[in-house]
């Protein structure tokens, strides 16, 4: 008998995010570095995104959504049997912010773990990483894509900093449930492309020390734009396809695509190569701005909590991400 047909199966049990208060508009960024809301609007679709307050950390907007997405899947924390946190802007640089979230929501000793360093695409993956444990073994597994990336970046650095707002955005998954089915997952990475989107100071190749300092290159995110554009269309886009084919469904079954939130005209080419209307795309980056791995989960939040979503649609998720990864997730709901 093939064991592998007798997988469990993840169901999503409950949605969640949060954003912080402040509001940073285009005109606010104009104040502080020679840019405009026509540049920021025309390039990627932005007007404004959030930012934390002071006392905001990236534990605190992750545990905000942890506990708007266990409110919506009737659970308690201690009904959690494991944690995954994805994000590039951890609370610490050791122990991973899961362990800390775990003890915030009060969970039980459950094992917990982040995905870092993936960039955007890392809560994507982590459904993949998850099903995959709920395939083998029943688990309700709380998945979390977090950035508070306001505080980590380079304020002067126009070309990057107008980007990016903080945020977060989680699931539960359960090896039950009537809500939405995750029926399947395709992941990849080319680290030849590891360059065109790196930050690069902190690790054991440039420690952070006074050198890095002086030289402002501790918190520079370097990115290749143009570069980080095209593979980002092709990436989620060839994803989305081969997710579709996996589940033998074709683009004209596709109620909505919920696309990582970097910038307007990138979902939009997405939708052009994929042959699905503008309507289908999901989009709320002119809010939001790009809140790396908390992107996808907010945005499906949203959706649902708008009622955008019928029982019967078949939803995509999909994203990229710095290293370079991607992935693409098909949700029956
Ligand atoms: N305001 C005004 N001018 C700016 C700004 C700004 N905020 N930033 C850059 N410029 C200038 C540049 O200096 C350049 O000036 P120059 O021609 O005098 O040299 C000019 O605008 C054009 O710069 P480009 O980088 O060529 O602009 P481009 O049209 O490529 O747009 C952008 C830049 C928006 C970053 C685009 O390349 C893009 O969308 N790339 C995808 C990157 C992305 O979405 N990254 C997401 C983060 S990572 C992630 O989500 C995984």
Not at 24 to 46: F, K, P
Not at 144 to 165: C, N, P, Q, Y
Not at 278 to 306: C, I, R, W
Request: charged share 20%.
């Amino acid at each position: 008998m093939n064991v592998f047909r007798l997988r469990l199966m993840a169901h999503f049990l409950g949605f969640g995010g949060y954003v912080p208060e402040q509001i940073m508009t285009n005109a606010d960024w104009a104040q502080l570095v020679d840019t405009s809301d026509e540049w920021i609007t025309q390039r990627t679709g932005i007007k404004q995104r959030r930012f934390a307050a002071p006392d905001e950390s990236t534990l605190t907007l992750a545990a905000n959504a942890s506990r708007v997405t266990l409110s919506d899947a009737g659970l308690d924390a201690r009904d959690i049997d494991e944690i995954i946190v994805a994000t590039d802007t951890p609370e610490l640089y050791t122990p991973d912010t899961s362990a800390l979230l775990q003890e915030e929501l009060g969970c039980r000793n459950i094992p917990t773990y982040d995905l870092g360093g993936s960039g955007c695409a890392g809560f994507v993956q982590a459904l993949d990483v998850a099903r995959a444990r709920i395939a083998f073994e029943p688990r309700k597994i709380l998945i979390v894509g977090v950035e508070l990336i306001s505080r980590m970046m380079d304020w002067k650095d126009r070309a990057t900093a107008v980007l990016f707002g903080d945020g977060a955005g989680a699931v539960v998954l359960g090896p039950e449930g009537s809500r939405a089915r995750l029926l399947d997952v395709v992941s990849g990475t080319e680290g030849r492309y590891a360059d065109i989107l790196t930050l690069a100071s902190g690790g054991t190749r440039n420690p952070f020390n006074e050198l890095t300092l002086a030289s402002g290159d501790y918190n520079r995110i370097v990115m290749d734009g143009r570069r980080v554009f095209i593979e980002a269309v092709r990436r989620m886009s060839e994803a989305s396809a081969q997710v579709l084919d996996k589940i033998g469904k074709k683009v004209a079954d596709v109620a909505m695509v919920i696309p990582h939130q970097a910038n307007l005209r990138i979902i939009e080419a997405v939708g052009k190569k994929l042959g699905l209307s503008d309507d289908q795309m999901y989009v709320n980056v002119h809010e939001y701005g790009n809140t790396g791995s908390a992107t996808v989960p907010f945005a499906l939040h949203e959706a649902v909590q708008k009622g955008l979503i019928a029982k019967g649609d078949l939803v995509l998720l999909t994203a990229f991400g710095a290293g370079f990864h991607w992935s693409a997730a098909a949700v029956q709901f």
